[in-house]
C-alpha cells in the first residue's frame, strides 16, 4: 500500500501562494478525538497542535488559534476586544464563515478575511501543527509564518482545559 497523498485544499494554495514552507501529517479522523487523538497518532506534542476556532463576536465572525491542550477564555476575549458579547458558531456556521468541514478549519485560505487571534504563547514554539483545511490533514509550521500570512492580534486568553 503506497502513501496517502494530501489533499490541495484552499489552505494549501493560500501558504504555496504565499511561498510559507510546511510539512504535510496525514493522521486518521476521529470524530470528537479533537487534538489529543490526532496527537497521539502523529507522535506530536499536543501543545504544538493549533487548534483554529471559530466565533462570532457581535454577530461577526473571528478566528482564535488556541494551543490543542487548552481552551479559550471568551470572557478574556470579549473584555480584551470590546466586544458586547462572543459566542461560539454551530458547525453549520462555521462552515459557512471559513468553507471549512467542521473538524477540519483552518485559518488559511478561508473565503473572507476574518480577525484572527493568537494565542502569544503559540509563538514559543518551534514549530507548529495546524489544520491543513480537511479532516484528517495538519500542515507542520513555522508559528511565525502564520503571524506573516495572517497578521493575527496576540492575545493572552489561554486557560488550562478541563474535562
Same mark, same amino acid.
Given at each position: 500500500?503506497?502513501? &496517502?497523498?494530501?489533499?490541495?485544499?484552499?489552505?494549501? =494554495?493560500?501558504?504555496?501562494?504565499?511561498?510559507i514552507e510546511y510539512s504535510n501529517?496525514?493522521?486518521?479522523?476521529t470524530e470528537g478525538g479533537g487534538t489529543?487523538?490526532?496527537a497521539k497518532e502523529l507522535n506530536i506534542d499536543e501543545h504544538a497542535v493549533v487548534k483554529a476556532i471559530v466565533l462570532e463576536a457581535d454577530g461577526k465572525p473571528l478566528i482564535v488559534l488556541m494551543h490543542g491542550d487548552m481552551r479559550a477564555s471568551i470572557k478574556e476575549l470579549t473584555r480584551i476586544?470590546? &466586544?458586547?458579547?462572543?459566542?461560539?458558531?454551530?458547525? =453549520?456556521?462555521?462552515?459557512?464563515?471559513?468553507?471549512?468541514?467542521?473538524?477540519?478549519?483552518?485559518?488559511?485560505?478561508t473565503p473572507s478575511e476574518m480577525p484572527v487571534?493568537?494565542?502569544?504563547?503559540?509563538?514559543?514554539?518551534?514549530k507548529v501543527y495546524i489544520s491543513g483545511g480537511k479532516r484528517g490533514y495538519l500542515i507542520g509550521m513555522d508559528p511565525y509564518d502564520i503571524v506573516k500570512?495572517?497578521?493575527p492580534t496576540l492575545v493572552k486568553i489561554g486557560a488550562v482545559r478541563t474535562a
Amino acid at each position: 500500500m503506497g502513501e &496517502a497523498i494530501p489533499p490541495v485544499t484552499p489552505a494549501v =494554495e493560500a501558504l504555496r501562494l504565499a511561498g510559507i514552507e510546511y510539512s504535510n501529517h496525514l493522521y486518521t479522523y476521529t470524530e470528537g478525538g479533537g487534538t489529543a487523538a490526532c496527537a497521539k497518532e502523529l507522535n506530536i506534542d499536543e501543545h504544538a497542535v493549533v487548534k483554529a476556532i471559530v466565533l462570532e463576536a457581535d454577530g461577526k465572525p473571528l478566528i482564535v488559534l488556541m494551543h490543542g491542550d487548552m481552551r479559550a477564555s471568551i470572557k478574556e476575549l470579549t473584555r480584551i476586544i470590546g &466586544a458586547k458579547g462572543i459566542t461560539p458558531c454551530l458547525p =453549520e456556521s462555521a462552515e459557512q464563515h471559513t468553507g471549512y468541514q467542521f473538524g477540519g478549519v483552518s485559518p488559511f485560505g478561508t473565503p473572507s478575511e476574518m480577525p484572527v487571534y493568537i494565542e502569544e504563547t503559540i509563538l514559543n514554539l518551534r514549530k507548529v501543527y495546524i489544520s491543513g483545511g480537511k479532516r484528517g490533514y495538519l500542515i507542520g509550521m513555522d508559528p511565525y509564518d502564520i503571524v506573516k500570512l495572517l497578521h493575527p492580534t496576540l492575545v493572552k486568553i489561554g486557560a488550562v482545559r478541563t474535562a
